[in-house]
T-cell receptor, first 112, second 112 residues
Framework: NAGVTQTPKFRILKIGQSMTLQCTQD?????MYWYRQDPGMGLKLIYY???????DKGEVPNGYNVSRSTTEDFPLRLELAAPSQTSVYFC???????????FGSGTRLTVV | GQNIDQPTEMTATEGAIVQINCTYQ??????LFWYQQHAGEAPTFLSY????GLEEKGRFSSFLSRSKGYSYLLLKELQMKDSASYLC?????????????FGSGTRLSIRP
């Protein structure tokens, strides 16, 4: 019963570095999402996917890229990290349009 | 535009009842969610309303009025473990996917 698994849990990046946040779900969900949550704030949608091979931008996509080559995996790529990308990143999945989300445990990213 | 408003912080007493309000203004509506988020953890699904009225689930109930753009989450018999942030979230009907827009959350503190 793994659900949604995110790695790493914590990461410190230097300005200008790149990294990939991994997200895997074992529930065969079609829908997957990446959100970021700044301290004391709600979640902002970065990118989402409605199925393998299909991705689309959310509210705050700048500075990020995603891919969805399989149903299970939905990695988030940060290119040229900036301090403004310091945040907690949550990956989530859902079965269809009427379900609530299942969230991963989050990745806490600091850019210095 | 999309806007979801909820109080930033609330305090209540163990054993009492508390009501957390949420108002929303979205370009469409296809469901409202409540999530609970303990500090440093991922959000977990509490409730879903798509029709007007009250949905009861144990100590938690959620109410929706679509005509007023209003919802509330009612927590009864409060326990110390209910200290958490409560996120109101709306799915706009224009969405072709299952994406949800989150409010900033209400931080609820329970005192003995």
């Amino acid at each position: 019963n793994a659900g949604v698994t995110q790695t790493p849990k914590f990461r410190i990046l230097k300005i200008g570095q790149s990294m990939t946040l991994q997200c895997t779900q074992d529930m065969n969900h079609n829908y997957m999402y990446w959100y970021r949550q700044d301290p004391g704030m709600g979640l902002k949608l970065i990118y989402y996917s409605v199925g393998a091979g299909i991705t689309d931008k959310g509210e705050v996509p700048n500075g990020y890229n995603v891919s969805r080559s399989t149903t299970e995996d939905f990695p988030l790529r940060l290119e040229l990290a900036a301090p403004s990308q310091t945040s907690v990143y949550f990956c989530a999945s859902s079965d269809d349009a009427v379900d609530g989300y299942t969230f991963g445990s989050g990745t806490r990213l600091t850019v210095v | 535009g999309q806007n979801i408003d909820q109080p930033t912080e609330m305090t209540a007493t163990e054993g009492a009842i508390v009501q957390i309000n949420c108002t929303y203004q979205t370009s469409g509506f296809n469901g409202l969610f409540w999530y609970q988020q303990h500090a440093g953890e991922a959000p977990t699904f509490l409730s879903y309303n798509v029709l007007d009225g009250l949905e009861e689930k144990g100590r938690f109930s959620s109410f929706l009025s679509r005509s007023k753009g209003y919802s509330y989450l009612l927590l009864k018999e409060l326990q110390m473990k209910d200290s958490a942030s409560y996120l109101c979230a709306v799915r706009p009907s224009y969405s072709s996917a299952s994406k949800i827009i989150f409010g900033s959350g209400t931080r609820l503190s329970i005192r003995p």
